[in-house]
């Protein structure tokens, strides 16, 4: 009965509206590369293709962390000026900390403070051409399990405290819209499950002047694939959260969550350029 209601439900989900739009996978290659302080040097040859990206909206009380590997919550912040992320560093990380507390049971939350992340798509006022500060245009991956795990030590470090043996640690990934919807850029994710393991490049992210190996962070770019099942969320307001897993050490957490933004003006010639805010949290269970 359980296998026939699931296949029910992915029927049923092949009849949600969607919206098509160009995609930028990474070409078929051994590794790529991508320089932080001289972008020109960038190796990251992109393969545009054409998807269908269904809205999740009509199913968001389906949706499961630890299924499809995200969800959309419905969530308030208290701060009002989210457009300036370092002045909301401690507020703004102290209350969504406790949603993914909340939301997914864990013993203790570690915001990553370094990493909360203004995005302003390409029509936006004050946008100022920096590939870091628009939104990304590729599909990815932001950690692979090695720096997964690097990153699990870095922000124990930089918090200065440790959740002592734990069992099980994810990092889930927020994105909340902050431009009035339809927005001209949405964020796209796909369901973690329809993603084949291994079906991705390794990228090498140099983050200083030198190749030194704790300068290089690895990420993951998607490589085109049928089987890929996206989804987006229409009309995101500011008072919504989408949540979804990065990475995790737990049996359940083997979802490849792809994700990247999409120019969805054919659709809506009309949006509001996109003003987008990004936080990641550290979820440790002893």
């Known amino acids: 009965m359980l296998g026939t209601a699931i296949s029910e439900r992915e029927r049923s989900r092949s009849d949600l509206p969607f919206v098509t739009a160009t995609l930028n996978y990474c070409a078929d ?4 590369r991508a320089y932080v302080l001289t972008p020109e040097k960038n190796y990251r040859p992109l393969v545009p ?4 990206i269904y ?3 009509p199913i968001r009380g389906e949706l499961d962390l630890d299924r499809e590997g995200f969800v959309l919550l419905d969530h308030q912040s208290k701060v009002t000026h989210l457009r300036t992320p370092q002045a909301i560093d401690s507020i703004y990380h102290q209350e969504v900390g406790k949603l993914i507390h909340e939301i997914s049971g864990a013993d203790f939350v570690l915001p990553y403070r370094k990493y909360m992340q203004l995005r302003l798509s390409q029509r936006a006022p004050g946008e100022n051409g920096n590939e870091f500060t628009r939104p990304a245009g590729f599909v990815h991956m932001d950690f692979s399990h090695r720096s997964f795990l690097d990153f699990v030590r870095y922000v124990q ?3 200065g405290v440790t959740p002592g043996v734990y069992r099980r640690v994810v990092v889930y990934q927020t994105w909340r819209a902050l431009s009035p919807p339809p927005q001209d850029y949405p964020f796209a994710v796909t369901d973690g499950r329809s993603v084949k393991p291994g079906n991705h ?3 090498d992210n140099i983050i200083s002047s030198e190749d030194a190996a704790d300068n290089v962070l ?3 770019l998607g490589k085109a694939d049928a089987e890929d099942r996206w989804y987006f969320f229409s009309n995101m307001r500011v008072n919504e959260l989408l949540v979804f897993k990065g990475n995790g050490t737990g049996p359940s957490d083997a979802q490849n969550v792809l994700h990247t933004g ?3 003006t054919a659709a809506e010639p009309n949006a509001i350029p996109r003003e ?3 936080a990641r949290f550290f979820a440790f269970w002893r």
């Open 29 to 32: 290659i051994p590794r790529a």
């Open 49 to 52: 293709t054409r998807v269908r």
């Open 55 to 57: 809205d999740a909206r």
């Open 157 to 159: 470090e930089a918090e």
């Open 201 to 203: 490049v390794i990228m």
């Open 218 to 220: 690895e990420t993951r």
């Open 262 to 264: 999409f120019d969805n």
């Open 276 to 278: 987008s805010l990004e």
